[in-house]
């Protein structure tokens, strides 16, 4: 109740059952189409493959980086964007997941409403609270809210609670376990086999809730063990882990999950702790629906910063040869900034494991082809940067300036390439 009240569970039968259908058919139908894929991750200048597969699908144009990897969504059906898919049934799925992630957004809003009224009810009121209220029902009916996990709330108007409630993609993730030849075991608290090791999610907004709806594919050969004996959790059921960030004498907590539960990390959870996802028996999908940081990883962004570089150059309307407006070393270092951004944030991301998803749809082909274009204009600016600092009329204080801070974007772009070459 004091270290976990911003973690909210929701049991499957508070789903309607028509959406568990529909988004269970969706992750089988994912998986029969051989959507889901193992990422390659860098860490600590190591590449790894997950052991856990994922697929990203969301709002067109939207993007997901975590751990230097950067995932391109699979675009849900939206209104106003003509998206084509490889098959019916992937339409399909796509847009049950929208419906999924319309419901979770509109559980999450419900859940910090009634957060802000505890809390505001709680100020206001001297009343001790029942000390003895069950953690299982307080972890369902929202619980109160602790000293230890953060300051007191000012209520917030729906403005606010809406733009950390908006989940504009879903990071879906699927694996079975007994295909894997070794998982590492959860090391502070003797929690078993973990499927994903203790984190924090990357690139969200700040504050934003993450929503997850798990669907664990139990039959009748798996049983969850009732043995009054058995030490902790049962082993062949999944659970999510939660502890407080870089806290290991705080005990950390296991809830088990079962086919079609949700749950919610409201608000700054996911900064102020850690979770992992503790591995069962049988396979596992699920859906992870949150609001991604858009400021740099939008489709619409990265055009828009090419539109900026490409203000400096121009073309002579009688020759047609192209040259550059300005070469103040402000301006060249903008340019070769943006330069490096789309090469290797986006051009090199996406050939390197984006076009998997050309199983499902071709969205985002276009796109690229555009990019592309940028990036062969942004290599002729790069020639024409070099051929104009050669020049002798050029003044020295300025080109010197201009020199060195171009120097240390190519190197950088230099050292860039080799490492993807590796790759």
């Known amino acids: 109740k004091t270290k976990y009240s911003k973690l909210i569970f929701r049991k499957s039968d508070t789903v309607p059952e028509e959406l568990h259908q529909m988004v269970q058919e969706s992750f089988l139908t994912l998986r029969e189409h051989n959507c889901f894929f193992q990422d390659l991750v860098r860490i600590k200048g190591k590449d790894f493959l997950t052991p ?20 391109f ?43 802000n009224l505890f809390e505001t009810k709680e100020i206001k009121d001297t009343t001790v609270i029942d000390r003895e209220q069950s953690f299982a029902a307080s972890l369902t ?43 590492k075991q959860e ?11 203790w984190h924090h999610d990357e690139n969200l907004v700040e504050r934003s809730t993450v929503a997850v709806y798990s669907y664990s594919c139990e039959d009748s050969v798996i049983q969850e063990s009732n043995e009054q004996e058995l030490k902790g959790r049962d082993p062949a059921v999944w659970h999510v882990g939660l502890k407080v960030a870089w806290d290991i004498e705080t005990p950390g907590l296991a809830v088990p999950l079962h086919q079609g539960d949700i749950y919610l990390m409201l608000d700054d959870l996911n900064m102020t702790h850690q ?33 900026l570089a490409l203000q400096n150059l121009q073309t002579d309307s009688d020759s047609m040869a192209l040259s550059l407006k300005s070469l103040e070393a402000a301006v060249v270092k903008q340019v070769e900034e943006i330069h490096n951004e789309v090469e290797f944030e986006w051009l090199r991301q996406f050939w390197f494991q984006g076009k998997r998803y050309l199983k499902c749809t071709d969205w985002w082909l276009k796109p690229m082809a555009k990019l592309e274009e940028f990036w062969r204009k942004l290599e002729i600016m790069t020639s024409l940067v070099l051929s104009e600092v050669r020049k002798e009329q050029q003044i020295e204080e300025q080109r010197n300036e201009t020199v060195s801070c171009f120097l240390l974007l190519l190197k950088e772009r230099q050292k860039l390439r080799k490492e993807w070459a590796a790759r």
């Open 187 to 197: 090391p502070y608290f003797g929690m078993g086999n973990m499927a994903v090791s």
């Open 141 to 183: 009916e929202q619980g109160s809210v602790s000293k230890d996990q953060s300051s007191v709330c000012v209520p917030e108007d729906d403005r606010s609670l809406k733009n950390r409630t908006s989940y504009n993609l879903t990071l879906l993730n699927y694996m079975d376990p007994l295909q894997m030849l070794y998982l």
């Open 73 to 115: 969504t699979v675009p849900w059906p939206t209104e106003g964007y003509d998206i084509k898919y490889c098959s019916p049934k992937i339409h399909d799925a796509c847009k049950a997941l929208m419906r999924l992630n319309d419901y979770l957004h509109i559980e999450a809003v419900k859940a910090l409403q009634g957060q």
């Open 52 to 71: 856990v597969s994922r697929i990203l699908i969301g709002n067109p144009g939207c993007t997901y980086k975590y751990l230097n990897t950067r995932l």
């Open 275 to 307: 979770h992992c996802v503790l591995a069962g028996l049988s396979p596992r999908f699920s859906s992870t629906h949150r609001v991604a940081d858009s400021s740099r990883g939008t489709l619409e962004y990265i055009l828009g910063r090419c539109g």
